[in-house]
């Protein structure tokens, strides 16, 4: 049974850092492509960041990319979300997720697995 636990959310000023993780079960980082989603109220879950099934490619949407890294340590079986320079634009609640190819496209029905999600608020 795979399970995806994030944590590490929280409230923020605008300029601020969080990391999230993703703690995973099983040998979920051979089989399924991982990524990070956000969504707001009213709005469509959307793709954040993506990593290749080995780990040596990594994708980012262009509203965050040069300001957050996905990294993960296959030791710990975590996945990783480091976000700097936070934006009131980014309050959302962040997923962790893991798929077949077309995760890295962020493409929702490529997901076999979704965390329950952690909050983030960036806030003045």
């Known amino acids: 049974q795979v399970q995806l636990v994030e944590s590490g959310g929280g409230s923020v000023q605008p300029g601020g850092s969080l990391r999230l993780s993703c703690t995973t079960s099983?040998?979920?980082?051979?089989?399924?492509?991982m990524a990070w989603f956000r969504q707001t109220p009213g709005k469509e879950r959307e793709g954040v960041s993506a990593?290749?099934?080995?780990?040596?490619?990594?994708y980012y949407a262009d509203f965050v990319r040069g300001r957050f890294k996905i990294s993960r340590d296959n030791a710990k079986k975590t996945l990783y979300l480091q976000m700097d320079n936070l934006k009131p634009d980014d309050t959302a609640i962040y997923y962790c997720a893991a798929g077949s190819r077309g995760t890295t496209n962020f493409d929702l029905s490529k997901i076999r697995f979704w965390g329950q999600g952690t909050q983030v608020t960036v806030s003045s």
């Open positions: 990593m290749s099934l080995t780990g040596s490619s990594t």
């Open positions: 099983g040998d979920i980082f051979n089989s399924y492509y």
